[in-house]
């Protein structure tokens, strides 16, 4: 399935900062060090949004407060995702509602949790997230960053400036049916993302690679002999996950996707992404089987 | 000057220290012995070290700063009794060896840089972190 509009994506992707991959248009509340509350409108033009952007979405919230807590001397990177609750899926047009919560941060790292909501209902929690602090030079300027903070907690950037990405495809490599699948990512030597993940180092965003291994998983979980064939599937969470490294541009992924534990209602998978033999983040995704919401 | 810390108080906290070891490196708990070198014997990386302070902070109610066992390791010793220009002085290989305890006398090489240090830790080690951070939240009251 393709993460967005592609057709959009090759006709008028903005290729610079602050668009391509920025998922926060307006900062209504901001404790210094401790919380902020956002917004951002997923365009309507789009075909889908994953559910892997919203979680984006509300850790780049957490990135503004922390990056403004250290002065901007660090920015930090995904490292650490201990649990994130997929509870709705979000429509193209919709307002998100944002949250980040801090919970330490420092020179070294940040430690937060968050959400987002539609319409005041939760679609997405995040907890136990975790993320070093690296140079904010190696990455970005830090004063259009300081500067791209107080557009955001003042007017507002303008909204629907994300414009979709264009769909990446994991080729399948293989696999036991019902037991395992991997599949290779190619993943871009150019893309507009990076002239926004990073302007001064691009990387390829970890939650990319982690929608492409939960596409997979889905796929994995669609030939389980629990449920009939065509039984609807549903993203319930994903937890562990451990970026190890940074995905540079042109990089091939090998992403393998395994069956830990199988029920008569759901399944849990493994996650493993390497490259070159190396690996580069792991997780674990828990799907359910049934068409009802995953609202508790 | 803190008292050493115990037999006792490493065996009380061993079993759910060693669990988070295992899960955070995605090892078997029986392979996760107290003094197997995390990065040597079970493959740890940096981004581990991490993810097991980051586990033991929320299982333990405790902060643990960053850079916190070279910190404990160091004792007593200043900055330059226990290194000099990123390699670790006479004074501060017996200090290391002795908060390493855990540590076979083997594993330890001259010269050792303050960078290296990382190579020795054990399960043990981790131990010893979250008991010397519960004395210190305990001590702050």
Redesign the interface.
Known sequence: MPLSTPQLAAEAAPAHAFAAFSFVDRIDEFEPSRRARGRFLVPAALAAFPACLVAEAVGQLAAWVAMDAVDFRGRPVA??AGETRFVAPVAPGSMLELAADIE?C?D??V?YAGWAAVDGRRVIELH?C?G?LLPTAEFDAPEALRDRLALLRGEGAPPARFRGIDALVATPAGGERGQSRRATLAVPASAPFFADHFPRRPVFPATLLLDAGIRLALELASELPAWPAGTPLRLVSMT?V???SFTPPGQRLDLTVSLQESARDGASIALAVSADEKSVA?ARVEIRAGAEENRR | MATAITQDEIDSVFPTVAEMVA?AL?CELADVKPDASLIEDLGA?S??F??MV?RLE?SYKV?I???KIVENARGTLSEAEFEQNGVITEAGMAQLKSYLSEVPAGRFKTPTKVKEIPRLFTPVTFCKLVISAQRETKAAG
């Open positions: 490292a650490l330490s420092d070294d790292a430690s136990d975790f070093p562990r451990k970026v190890r792991t | 899960d995605g990386e981004i581990d991490l993810d980051f929320r902060k700063p960053r850079g």
